[in-house]
């Protein structure tokens, strides 16, 4: 594992730490995002950096023409980690999470029994097959978001280390797009950074961070400011939800201005759950999930 992993995992883990000590409400899920993550960070000393063939002057020309740095399918996934890692999510669920006890179990003895083919479906979750995710959740009787959800967990830490393969051998800083420019991802969440209020985003597929442009919806790229707008939720000034009024999406964003910190936002988008709430309440739809997330 490379410093700059160990550092975001060293940021998150005292972040969650933080957050269940402010926000005691949230203690049960964040207990468990903080097993989970322990889970993801020991996978990630065990996977090793993946050398992905792409020339230089392909990446140059993929940069200058906006398109992301590696297609979905050209992620090398560490199947022996991610296997056991799966298994260790799913105990977790079982023995941490009420709500996805049962669907833990359930996923965990289907892959002991061989009735669930995970090299399948992790390379589904990968392509967003929904075709086969959706046949797989039927067959086992399992939510699709958690099958979903569970396997990306899995597959996080071998995400994490293709990015890291190929995010510095590019000049990906002037970037101007919504969408992420090593895997093409949505953001998940983005945060406020520095006084000029910079927006940095976390990519709801691979973990990449990317500056976004500020005045601009990342979903529709519309730049109109009376169709762009955002709000609080009451008294609490650190998290903001802007949104669009022309896609109707939105999209949450930390000011750390106000605390917190950017490397952190796969944490800090579970801690602001209320938001989504509140944003789906008055008609805005999320477009990208949690990294981090069910």
Known sequence: MTADLDDLYQRMTSRLNQLRQERSELEEILAFYDKVLAAQQETQQQTAIPEIDLPEERLRLKVEEGFPLIDRGDFQVDRDSSRELFRRICHLSMEENPVLAAAGETLLEAMDSGKLDLVRLSAAVLQNDTEVIEGVAKDLEVAIPVVQA????????????????????????????????????????????????????????????????????????????EDLRYFHGEGDDLYRVYVC????????????????????LAVDDVASGHLDLLAEEEGYQRKAPRLLGI
């Open 245 to 264: 009024e022309q896609c109707r999406s939105y999209l949450k964003v930390m000011d750390t201005r106000e605390g917190g910190d950017a490397r952190t």
């Open 150 to 225: 569970l396997t990306k967990l899995s597959l996080q830490p071998s995400l994490l280390a293709s990015v890291q393969a190929v995010a510095q051998r590019a000049a990906i800083d002037d970037w101007q797009y919504g969408y992420c420019p090593v895997c093409g991802g949505l953001p998940a969440m983005a945060a406020l950074v520095g006084e000029e209020g910079k927006r940095e985003a976390l990519c709801s597929f691979c973990g990449n961070f990317w500056q976004l442009p500020r005045l601009m919806c990342p979903f529709c790229s519309t730049d109109k400011q």
